[in-house]
């Protein structure tokens, strides 16, 4: 099983790029899926979940309003859609999938985890 995130690089202030984490080794479809975060120095934080079929997603408090997160599940994919990014927003940008049952947005309750991309918004 492999999540492979990209999109990442260098954004100015403002700017909306759009990550992608793309599954492999066996279909998420009936997964919920999350996207977390983790500056230097500092611990990983969720940023967003959407259940298996899309109907459903969360947002950290930080990002409400600017990011969306959604899933394309014939592709096995899932997005994270940034928008109006900050300098605060910086950080590697992880994907995962959710064991189904407990809180969402505890990382400890994610069984696989993508690499990560390294998202750097620049004032």
């Known amino acids: 099983v492999q999540l492979q995130a990209s999109g990442g690089g260098l954004v100015q202030a403002g700017g909306s790029p759009k990550l992608s984490c793309a599954a492999s080794?066996?279909?998420?479809?009936?997964?919920?899926m999350g996207w977390f975060r983790q500056a230097p120095g500092k611990e990983r934080m969720f940023v967003a979940y959407?259940?298996?079929?899309?109907?459903?997603?969360y947002y950290a408090a930080s990002v409400e309003g600017r990011f969306t997160i959604s899933r394309d599940s014939a592709k096995n994919t899932v997005y994270l859609h940034m928008n109006s990014l900050k300098p605060e927003d910086t950080a590697v940008y992880y994907c995962?999938?959710?064991?189904?049952?407990?809180?969402?947005?505890?990382?400890?309750?994610?069984?696989?985890w993508g690499q990560g991309t390294l998202v750097t918004v620049s004032s």
């Open positions: 995962a999938v959710h064991d189904g049952i407990a809180y969402y947005a505890y990382a400890y309750n994610y069984n696989y």
């Open positions: 080794g066996r279909t998420f479809s009936n997964d919920g």
């Open positions: 959407i259940n298996w079929s899309g109907e459903i997603t």
